[in-house]
């Protein structure tokens, strides 16, 4: 698990096709590593990996076909850079909220533009993922923990203050970036209790929307 706050920016330092698989080396920067051991979860954009090689400057990991196809992670290339975050404890406190590092999709930067000293971003999310997203709640976008500001349809907007744009990559976001989304895994289980008994049965769903997670005390 983790919390959504990006402890340092890594980069790619190579990438290496393993037969459909690939195995990629991270600088990691400032992040220290040495509280870190073989088999330790670090979660690179939001997706959680186990750290194979630990070099010294960095964590060697191993990303399998599937993770490749459902995550952003296909798209980086030696150099690029990557929010890093340590897989947290318990005595870590919880500045953000709670993150599996199982990305539920990948989104869209639609628009970008300046408000006041922070930077306005609108994203759209894959279709199916619209439902767990609600005004003022909360949503983590390449591993950053953040906060919905409106709700229009599939997309949603964000306001990134300077500080998190000078702490994560997000500073490098333009119209058509693709970036990785996991939901509040609240609003995940949240689904299955409403079905009740109904969630034994295959192929119900729930209609979770904002209205309910409003009269279930979840958002103001």
């Known amino acids: 698990m983790f919390t959504g706050i990006i402890q340092a920016v890594g980069s790619i330092a190579t990438m290496e096709d393993h037969g459909g698989d690939m ?9 220290s590593l040495d509280d870190v051991a073989l088999g330790d979860s670090i979660a690179v954009n939001g997706v959680c990996l186990t750290a194979v090689e630990l070099p010294g400057d960095g964590f060697v990991a191993d990303v399998s076909r599937e993770t490749m196809t459902l995550t952003s992670l296909a798209s980086l290339k030696p150099g690029s850079s990557v929010n890093l975050e340590k897989a947290l404890t318990l005595a870590t406190r919880l500045g953000g909220h709670l993150v599996s590092g199982h990305v ?20 759209r ?22 906060t919905v500001n409106q709700v229009n349809g599939a997309e949603f907007d964000l306001n990134i203050v300077p500080h998190t744009i000078q702490e994560t990559n997000i500073g490098g976001y333009q119209a058509g970036t693709k970036v990785n989304l996991e939901v509040d895994i609240i609003a995940r289980y949240l689904e299955r209790l409403v079905l009740g008994d109904d969630a034994a049965k295959p192929g119900v769903k729930s209609d979770i929307n904002e209205e309910l997670l409003r009269k279930t005390g979840f958002i103001a």
């Open 104 to 123: 539920d999709g990948l989104g869209e930067v639609v628009s970008r533009s300046d408000d006041a000293r922070s930077v306005h971003f609108v994203i």
């Open 23 to 31: 195995r990629l080396r991270i600088s990691t920067g400032k992040l």
């Open 125 to 146: 999310a894959p279709d199916e993922l619209a439902r767990y997203i609600a005004h003022k709640g909360s949503i983590t976008i390449d591993g950053t923990s953040l």
